[in-house]
């Protein structure tokens, strides 16, 4: 279950019931090129199409400050998440961070997006009321330097209204639906693998940003 506070001090309350990740989703090619250029740094192959889509678990959503780790070659992707309420005709847009296991990436990008939390906020906005200026909206991501690690604003992405048609198509436009949006390229020099990521979208036309911050805690080595 996870809960949104809105802008006009309403509450939505959504269980999850299939949770989504979309990758390789810039509108300009040259964004899919450079994304694709730094997992392949990672040793993770090209997608055969773009853009993909993953299903994740639903319990892989969470609203938390702490997410835990196997190991340190994990890090964030600033999104954005559309979130499909009571209504589906009315759905919210927050801010989103998908962690992802790079190790285990190289094997399969499907099975990384499995391994971690997908942390989304706690506040949202209804879709409706910022469909009209939602390119202007900036995405950005810190590390815990403080360094910036990643900064565009939403014409770098696919929009929802391309999501929503392709939800429709596959009968998951319905309550309980989360999808993530894909991520924007990182900056050059920045090292992803933090301890702490904090992500936000600011609105320059009405002022107004959510965010959210975490730490990842590495887990105990294992016994056996």
Not at 209 to 216: I, K, Q, R
């Amino acid at each position: 279950m996870l809960s949104f506070a809105l802008p006009d001090g309403s509450t939505r309350e959504v269980t999850v019931t299939t949770l989504l990740n979309a990758g390789y989703t810039g509108r300009a090619q040259e964004e899919v090129a450079a994304h694709v250029a730094e997992l392949a740094e990672l040793g993770v192959p090209a997608p055969s199409v773009t853009p993909a889509l993953y299903p994740v678990a639903p319990y892989l959503a969470a609203q938390t400050e702490g997410v835990p780790a196997q190991h340190g070659r994990t890090s964030g992707e600033a999104e954005w998440a559309l979130v499909i309420g009571d209504d589906p005709a009315d759905p919210l847009l927050t801010v989103a961070c998908d962690h992802t296991d790079r190790a285990l990436e190289v094997h399969g990008v499907a099975w990384s997006k499995n391994a971690s939390l997908d942390v989304l906020g706690t506040r949202a906005w209804r879709l409706a009321d910022i469909s009209g200026h939602l390119d202007a909206i900036r995405l950005r991501a810190w590390v815990d330097s403080g360094e910036l690690i990643q900064d565009a604003t939403l014409e770098a992405l696919l929009p929802p209204s391309y999501w929503l048609d392709v939800l429709r198509s596959r009968d998951l436009l319905k309550p309980g639906t989360v999808l993530l949006s894909g991520t924007v390229a990182m900056l050059a020099g920045v090292d992803q693998f933090s301890d702490r990521w904090r992500v936000e979208l600011s609105d320059p036309t009405t002022g107004d940003t959510l965010d959210l911050a975490y730490t990842v805690a590495q887990l105990p080595e294992p016994i056996g």
